[in-house]
């Protein structure tokens, strides 16, 4: 939960997440749309589906019981490099340093580490790899955590208060507020798309999105293609469209603007009708969740 979140947004998801399914067989057993549900508003929802196929191969192949070893662990769905290295080291006392940000900047400023990317990652592992331990490896990893976090802060550094310091290749050349170099940020490419809130009184039409890619398995009010400009709707049939607002969401890799048109229907025959104040028992994506504050006042029958 906590890649590319905070702290304080995963508190409440992660109790709300163990007091459902306080071990690894019960999420193994619970449904797609139920772990979606839990998990909507805390974006990047890669990391449940990958917890889920997770949880159902610790469950099914190791009965129940986490790999206790990196080589193991690496192998499952949604585990990086990272993920690995913290639990083997921490949980399993194996010799291998997690490197996290807070580790990376570390490093990087301790040894004067001046490359960048690709060369950067192999300079920093190199290191990592001598301090290695075969009983205290899990110790270390959280002490450069800790102080990443508290001291070698990413913006103005709190060297002065630093035990490091005079050790510290960064510090002793100025470079404290530098180092580590960072690839150039590349603007995001901007996406436009038509969403098409369809009612009928107090219930809206939603449907499933497809099992793979942007958003996968969630549920949404139907929408467009996602193009790079932007081009009229393409209405999903003929009836009295409103244009009644424009949500934009910020992705990993672009942004988007969602034109939303809103209709009325008389009568209902098909597709996933769902009362409105029911909607949050579906796993709706943060977007979809912006565009219920132009719909707050359903029409009741």
């Known amino acids: 939960m906590l890649q590319q979140t905070t702290v304080a947004t995963v508190k409440g998801y992660f109790a709300k997440f163990l007091g459902r399914w306080p071990s690894i067989k019960y999420l193994a057993a619970s449904s797609h749309d139920e772990l979606m549900q839990c998990w909507q508003g805390l974006g990047y929802y890669s990391r449940a589906r990958n917890l889920h196929k997770t949880a159902k191969i610790i469950t099914d192949q190791f009965n129940g019981i986490i790999p206790d070893s990196y080589q193991e662990l690496i192998k499952l769905p949604g585990i990086g490099h990272y993920t690995a290295a913290a639990v083997a080291a921490i949980a399993f006392k194996e010799p291998i340093i997690a490197i996290d940000t807070n580790v990376n900047r570390v490093l990087c400023r301790l040894f004067g580490i001046s490359s960048i990317g690709k060369n950067q990652k192999l300079q920093v592992q190199e290191i990592a790899d001598q301090f290695a331990h075969p009983k205290y490896s899990g110790n270390l990893s959280q002490a450069l955590m800790d102080l990443g976090s508290d ?41 436009y798309g038509h969403s098409f809130v369809i009612r009928h009184g107090n219930q809206l039409l939603i449907e499933k999105r497809p099992d793979k890619g942007l958003l996968a398995g969630l549920y949404q009010f139907p929408t467009s293609e996602l193009l790079n400009a932007q081009v009229a709707p393409e209405f999903p049939f003929q009836s009295l469209w409103q244009p009644i607002g424009t949500v934009r969401h910020i992705f990993t890799h672009f942004e988007l603007e969602l034109t939303l048109w809103e209709t009325f229907l008389p009568d209902v025959n098909q597709g996933v009708w769902v009362e409105f104040e029911n909607l949050g028992n579906y796993g709706l994506p943060t977007m979809y969740k912006k565009a219920l504050a132009y719909i707050k006042n359903p029409v009741l029958d």
């Open 151 to 191: 001291l070698c802060k990413s913006k103005t550094p709190r060297c002065s208060e630093c035990f490091l310091k005079t050790d510290c290749l960064a510090y002793l050349n100025n470079l404290q507020n530098i180092l580590p170099y960072k690839p150039k940020k590349q603007d995001r490419p901007k996406r």
